[in-house]
């Protein structure tokens, strides 16, 4: 299965570079799974694709302030990136430059946060023991920044630590947001628990594997980063009622929908916390999704080969190709899709 099937031409100016006036403000594009049809609309109206008795899942992780840049006591310059959390003041890193940060180095941000270099992992990672005083996470948000995505190509402005968040981002541990409820307001949300909409959270924390390229021209043989997610009982269990009556599950974006199909088992929506790197494209089957907010994803992307998996390859590469043709706004900061 070649990746060159997922690449579509893109004009730059396509590429938001920060977001639309207001959250709700972004274009819908509607495509029905079935049939194909493609509609043009605003995301404002979205509350009018969804039922009594349905259920939108969404994702309620918190971006961090990942990008530290701070000083080694000779002074020099050094950037360290948090990946993931090892323990209570470890965490899983990259960092800048290389070559002159090995075990033992000391790192100062600020005068609010230190870092010790503790070990250098074989993939070129370090692990580091940071040092604070206080809340760590109230301390990184002095101290770093918001880590934008590399396409974006731009600094992280103060206003990004607002909108590269969703309005029910809770529990802090993503370096990416999931980009897909960037668009809900509260207004919203509260508008579609009015209609009778169940609005749940699950958890995933998006790790920098988002944004690896698929690098083997087979997609099959791509390698998935792992990424911690969690489903509650109680999640779980509204989740399979909904299933076993026949109401539709709706995952808000390409995290809620890979931690759901984690977590399920033949047919079934079971609770827990773990390690993900499902990697799901056209081949796979869904087992509890029936529909799909996303956003608009980078050509040759894992989350393309995902929503082309679930719409059909066809049906997916066709919106896509009346998406560009109709100038709506691509990836992180730009416009939204449902698919049903």
């Known amino acids: 299965m070649s990746k060159k099937k997922y690449y579509y031409d893109l004009p730059e100016k396509l590429i938001a570079k920060y977001p639309a006036a207001g959250r709700k403000s972004s274009r819908l594009l509607s495509l029905n799974k079935e049939s194909g049809e493609i509609k043009h609309d605003k995301f404002d109206n979205i509350i009018n694709y969804f039922s009594e008795g349905d259920v939108l899942v969404m994702n309620n992780t918190k971006v961090i302030p990942a990008r530290l840049l701070g000083n080694k006591d000779t002074g020099a310059a050094v950037e360290i990136f948090l990946l993931n959390r090892l323990g209570e003041k470890e965490w899983e890193c990259l960092v800048k430059p290389g070559r002159k940060l090995k075990p033992g180095v000391k790192i100062n941000f600020r005068n609010m946060l230190t870092a010790e270099i503790i070990a250098e992992t074989e993939d070129g990672k370090r692990k580091v023991k940071f040092s604070w005083e206080g809340s760590f996470f109230d301390v990184l948000e002095k101290t770093g920044e918001i880590p934008l995505p590399p396409y974006l190509n731009r600094k992280a402005e103060d206003t990004d630590r607002e909108t590269y968040q969703t309005v029910y981002a809770e529990h802090e ?155 709506y706004r691509f990836f992180s900061y730009g416009d939204s899709m449902i698919i049903l």
């Open 173 to 327: 541990g993503s370096v990416a947001a999931p980009t897909a409820g960037l668009h809900f307001t509260e207004d919203i949300i509260g508008k579609l628990k009015d209609k009778g909409v169940i609005v749940l959270n699950v958890l995933l924390h998006v790790g920098l594997g988002t944004f690896r390229p698929v690098k083997t021209d087979d997609i099959t043989q791509h390698v998935m980063h792992s990424e911690y997610c969690e489903i509650s009982e109680d999640v779980a269990k509204a989740v399979n009622s909904a299933k076993a009556e026949n109401r539709r599950v709706i995952a808000v974006g390409t995290t809620s929908t890979r931690t759901l199909e984690s977590f399920a088992s033949d047919g079934v929506l079971e609770s827990g916390k773990k390690w993900t790197d499902i990697f799901i494209y056209p081949g796979k089957k869904f087992q509890i999704i029936d529909g799909l907010v996303t956003n608009f994803h980078m050509p040759e992307s894992t989350l393309l080969m995902l929503v082309s998996a679930f719409a059909g390859y066809e049906k997916m590469m066709n919106a896509y190709r009346e998406a560009v043709e109709s100038e």
